[in-house]
């Protein structure tokens, strides 16, 4: 893998990821991962009414997964529980950019830790915790 096999936008997320790293007291937290590589990425979301005001990701992962995990928490940012939860993985990798079949999963690992992290948003609000 070079860096030269990802695009612009790619290689920006990477290099600057934006809303990366932990949060504090956060109201919903997901993962991502345990599929056809190592990479795993984390997201954790702050909600106030049934709107994401806030997500972050860590992540452990390839230059296009960071990427994954940088736009993802933009594109959550403003959107309700229901809206947020309908990002595809696809729609991930067609933001950044990744045509690549061995790289499409990317998304699929982002959109997988904020689905996790809405839902245990969900649980937590039912259980009143
Ligand atoms: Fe597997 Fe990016 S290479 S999630």
Known sequence: MTEGAFSELVMDHY??????????NADGTGTGGGGECSDTLTIRIRVAGERIVEARFECEGCPPTVACGSIITEMAAGKDLDEAAAIAGESVCDAL???AAEYRHCGDLAAEALGNAIMDHVVRSIEGR
């Open 15 to 24: 290099r600057r990821p934006r809303n990366r790293g932990p949060m504090e």
């Open 97 to 99: 950019g990744i045509v």
